[in-house]
């Protein structure tokens, strides 16, 4: 059974970067799929940010491109998240997800719970 | 354009039959999928590639797809279905991830 547990800071100064990461078990990020990460701000509808293979072949959402970073640790097993240049507007719930299959773009059929992010001074 | 587009909200009884859409231009020629969200759980894919439900998922969950409008359609609706819905696709490169703007279904 696949589990995905993301972990992160909870609150986050303006101008700064957040650094998230995704624990996989059950699971190797070596596996043939994608891992990805989706957020929903406070009340509103689930934004994809981006998604990365194994082989390190990224596809991030244009409108994020300019301030995202998204890596895999083979060796440890973990998904990471990079967000630059933060505002108010990144706050959200931040999930990372798996692809149900090798072939993009494809459905993503394992969540983790997320992890709540807000930025304030 | 490259939006997907939910009703807010969907109220039905229990029993009835609930029917969320979602629409899109580039829907003919993309795959769609349906995601539960429920607070304080992890999101479940609940219809696979407009039509597949995958393993666990009840049988009175459902997808359909017509042209530039996907349909889940949830028969004999219980309790347990109040949620969110999220119709989610591609956009008309077959590259981006979309997704709809969501749907609150209420059990009354």
């Known amino acids: 059974q696949v589990q995905l547990q993301e972990s992160g800071p909870g609150l986050v100064k303006p101008s700064e970067t957040l650094s998230l990461i995704c624990s996989v078990s059950?699971?190797?990020?070596?596996?043939?799929?994608?891992w990805g990460w989706i957020r929903q701000p406070p009340g509103k509808g689930l934004e994809w940010i981006g998604s990365?293979?194994?082989?390190?072949?990224?596809y991030y959402n244009p409108s994020l491109k300019s301030r995202v970073t998204i890596s895999v640790d083979t060796s440890k097993i973990q998904l990471s998240l990079k967000v630059n240049s933060l505002t108010a507007a990144d706050t959200a719930l931040y999930y990372c997800?798996?692809?149900?299959?090798?072939?993009?773009?494809?459905?993503?059929?394992?969540w983790g719970r997320g992890t709540l992010v807000t930025v304030s001074s | 354009s490259d939006e997907l587009t939910q009703p807010p909200s969907v109220s039905v009884s229990p029993g009835q039959t609930a029917r969320i859409t979602c629409s899109g231009d580039a829907l003919p020629n993309q795959y769609s999928y349906w995601y539960q969200l429920k607070p304080g759980q992890a999101p479940v894919e609940v219809i696979h590639k407009d039509t597949e439900r995958p393993s666990g998922i009840p049988e009175r969950f459902s997808g359909s797809n017509s042209g530039t409008t996907v349909t889940l359609t949830i028969s004999g609706v219980q309790a347990e279905d109040e949620a969110d819905y999220y119709c989610q696709s591609t956009d008309s490169t077959n590259t981006y991830v979309l997704f709809g703007g969501g749907t609150k279904l209420t059990v009354l």
């Open positions: 997800a798996r692809t149900y299959s090798s072939v993009w773009p494809d459905g993503f059929d394992v």
């Open positions: 990365i293979f194994r082989s390190g072949t990224t």
């Open positions: 059950g699971d190797s990020i070596r596996s043939g799929y994608y």
